[in-house]
C-alpha cells in the first residue's frame, strides 16, 4: 500500500487574488497602467470583496445571476469606489472590463455558470468524484486515532484503492 508521505505533492493552486495581483503586475510591465493605478485597483477590489463578505451569503434560490446582472452589479461597486475616491473613472473602467473578460472573475462568454452548492454534475468524472469523496472524509475523519497519534488510513486506503 502507498503511504500518504510518498505520494507527489502539488503545487498549491493560486488564490484569485494573487491571480488578479498577477495580472495587475503583468499590465504595470508591460507600461498600460502604473503601480499606483495597480495599488487603487487592489484597494478598491479589497474594500469590494469587504463589503461583500459583511453582505452575507447571496441568496441564489432562484438560480445564479446572469452574466449582465453581475456585469452590473459589479460596475455598481466600481462607482461607489470612484464615489469614494479609492478609484478614478479610467481605473473602474479598466476593472470593467477585465470582469467582463472574465479575468476578475466573471463570466466570459461561453463559460458555464458552476452548479448550485450541493447539486451534483451530471456525468461527472472518476477523478472529480474521488476529490469530492477524498473531500468528505477529510472533513468528517478525525486524523487522529484512539491513542492520539496521526492516522490517515481511511484516506490512504480510499486513494489506494481508488481505480480510473
Known amino acids: 500500500m502507498m503511504s500518504i508521505g510518498s505520494m507527489?505533492?502539488?503545487?498549491?493552486?493560486?488564490s484569485p487574488r494573487d491571480q488578479i495581483v498577477s495580472k495587475l503586475?503583468?499590465?504595470v510591465?508591460?507600461?498600460?497602467?502604473t503601480s499606483e493605478d495597480q495599488d487603487a485597483m487592489l484597494d478598491a477590489l479589497d474594500a469590494m470583496h469587504s463589503e461583500r463578505m459583511e453582505a452575507g451569503v447571496p441568496d441564489f434560490s432562484s438560480g445564479p445571476p446572469s452574466k449582465e446582472e453581475m456585469q452590473a452589479n459589479f460596475e455598481s461597486m466600481l462607482a461607489d469606489q470612484v464615489?469614494?475616491?479609492?478609484?478614478?473613472?479610467?481605473?473602474a473602467d479598466q476593472l470593467a472590463a477585465m470582469f467582463e473578460s472574465g479575468e476578475l472573475?466573471?463570466?466570459?462568454?461561453?463559460?458555464?455558470?458552476?452548479?448550485?452548492p450541493g447539486?451534483?454534475?451530471?456525468?461527472?468524472?472518476?477523478?472529480?468524484?474521488?476529490?469530492?469523496?477524498?473531500?468528505?472524509?477529510?472533513?468528517?475523519?478525525?486524523?487522529y486515532n484512539d491513542s492520539g497519534e496521526q492516522s490517515l488510513s481511511g484516506v490512504a486506503s480510499m486513494l489506494a484503492d481508488f481505480r480510473v
Not at 507527489?8 to 493560486?14: I, L
Not at 472573475?105 to 448550485?116: D, F, I, K, W
Open 119 to 143: 447539486e451534483a454534475q451530471q456525468g461527472s468524472d472518476p477523478m472529480e468524484e474521488l476529490m469530492a469523496s477524498l473531500l468528505e472524509t477529510l472533513q468528517s475523519d478525525s486524523v
Open 8 to 14: 507527489p505533492t502539488m503545487p498549491p493552486a493560486a
Open 83 to 91: 464615489e469614494s475616491g479609492t478609484l478614478d473613472q479610467e481605473q
Open 105 to 116: 472573475g466573471g463570466r466570459a462568454e461561453g463559460n458555464p455558470p458552476p452548479p448550485p
Open 29 to 33: 510591465e508591460a507600461g498600460e497602467i
Open 25 to 27: 503586475e503583468a499590465q
